[in-house]
C-alpha cells in the first residue's frame, strides 16, 4: 500500500500521494482544499446531514463536484479556516487560532451548511459582542485657562477626540491699556480605547472641583 503523508489531522503536503483502493481504503476521503490536502472519514463528513460535505461523501448527483490527478475532491475554499471545521466535526468543538476570527469561520460554516456549527459560532460572537458592549469607557480630562476673546477659537479648534466638557468663568484679569478681560478654565475630555494612561484614565480631583463649580454657576 502507498503511504500518504498526512499527518494525524490529516492536513497534509500538497503531494500526498494516492492511497491504494482496498476495502480498509473505502471509508477514507481526501480532500484537496485550495490546493492542501486533508485526510478523513467519511463518518466525519457525515456528521452534519445536508451539509455540502455529507453530500459530497456520499456522491450526491445533484452536487457538481471535481477531483484532482490523485483522486481528491476539488474544494476551492481557505483551507486555513477548513482545519478548525473539519476538526468540529471530529470532536464538536470549535477551537481557533489566535490569527482566526469568528467572522472568517462563520463564512466557512455557511458555505458547508453545517447549521449546529453556524448556531455554535452566532452565539460565541455574540457573547464577544456583550462583552465589549458592557466594559466601562474610560475618559481622559484636561483643563484649559484661556481668555473670552481665545475662547471660540480654542473650542473650534479642538481635534484628535478631544470634546468640550465643562466652561467655568473664574473672573477677569487687567490688561494695561485694555478693558478687563474675563477669563475661563475649559474641561475636556477624550475616550479611551483599550490602552492605558496611567492615572489620568480618571478625572483629576481639579477636574472635578471645576466640573462642581461650574455646575452651581
Same mark, same amino acid.
Given at each position: 500500500?502507498?503511504?500518504?503523508?498526512?499527518?494525524?489531522?490529516?492536513?497534509?503536503?500538497?503531494?500526498?500521494?494516492?492511497?491504494?483502493?482496498? %476495502?480498509?481504503?473505502? @471509508?477514507?476521503?481526501?480532500?484537496? /482544499?485550495?490546493?492542501? &490536502?486533508?485526510?478523513?472519514?467519511? #463518518?466525519?463528513?457525515?456528521?452534519?446531514?445536508?451539509?455540502?460535505?455529507?453530500?459530497?461523501?456520499?456522491?450526491?448527483?445533484?452536487?457538481?463536484?471535481?477531483?484532482?490527478?490523485?483522486?481528491?475532491?476539488?474544494?476551492?475554499?481557505?483551507?486555513?479556516?477548513?482545519?478548525?471545521?473539519?476538526?468540529?466535526?471530529?470532536?464538536?468543538?470549535?477551537?481557533?487560532?489566535?490569527?482566526?476570527?469568528?467572522?472568517?469561520?462563520?463564512?466557512?460554516?455557511?458555505?458547508?451548511?453545517?447549521?449546529?456549527?453556524?448556531?455554535?459560532?452566532?452565539?460565541?460572537?455574540? %457573547?464577544?459582542?456583550? @462583552?465589549?458592549?458592557?466594559?466601562? /469607557?474610560?475618559?481622559? &480630562?484636561?483643563?484649559?485657562?484661556? #481668555?473670552?476673546?481665545?475662547?471660540?477659537?480654542?473650542?473650534?479648534?479642538?481635534?484628535?477626540?478631544?470634546?468640550?466638557?465643562?466652561?467655568?468663568?473664574?473672573?477677569?484679569?487687567?490688561?494695561?491699556?485694555?478693558?478687563?478681560?474675563?477669563?475661563?478654565?475649559?474641561?475636556?475630555?477624550?475616550?479611551?480605547?483599550?490602552?492605558?494612561?496611567?492615572?489620568?484614565?480618571?478625572?483629576?480631583?481639579?477636574?472635578?472641583?471645576?466640573?462642581?463649580?461650574?455646575?452651581?454657576?
Amino acid at each position: 500500500m502507498a503511504e500518504c503523508q498526512c499527518d494525524a489531522s490529516g492536513h497534509g503536503s500538497r503531494r500526498c500521494p494516492l492511497r491504494s483502493t482496498g %476495502e480498509s481504503s473505502s @471509508k477514507w476521503v481526501r480532500l484537496n /482544499v485550495g490546493g492542501t &490536502y486533508f485526510l478523513t472519514t467519511k #463518518q466525519t463528513l457525515s456528521r452534519e446531514p445536508k451539509s455540502f460535505l455529507y453530500r459530497l461523501c456520499q456522491a450526491d448527483p445533484e452536487l457538481d463536484s471535481d477531483k484532482d490527478e490523485s483522486g481528491a475532491y476539488l474544494i476551492d475554499r481557505d483551507s486555513v479556516y477548513f482545519g478548525p471545521v473539519l476538526n468540529y466535526l471530529r470532536h464538536g468543538k470549535l477551537v481557533l487560532n489566535k490569527n482566526l476570527t469568528e467572522e472568517g469561520a462563520l463564512e466557512e460554516a455557511e458555505f458547508y451548511n453545517i447549521t449546529s456549527l453556524i448556531k455554535l459560532i452566532k452565539e460565541k460572537i455574540r %457573547e464577544r459582542d456583550a @462583552k465589549i458592549t458592557h466594559t466601562p /469607557v474610560k475618559h481622559v &480630562y484636561r483643563v484649559l485657562q484661556c #481668555q473670552e476673546e481665545e475662547l471660540t477659537q480654542m473650542v473650534s479648534t479642538m481635534s484628535d477626540g478631544w470634546k468640550f466638557e465643562q466652561l467655568v468663568n473664574i473672573g477677569s484679569s487687567y490688561n494695561y491699556g485694555n478693558e478687563d478681560q474675563a477669563e475661563f478654565l475649559c474641561v475636556v475630555s477624550k475616550e479611551l480605547h483599550n490602552h492605558s494612561y496611567g492615572n489620568n484614565s480618571q478625572p483629576s480631583e481639579k477636574a472635578k472641583l471645576l466640573q462642581e463649580r461650574g455646575s452651581r454657576i
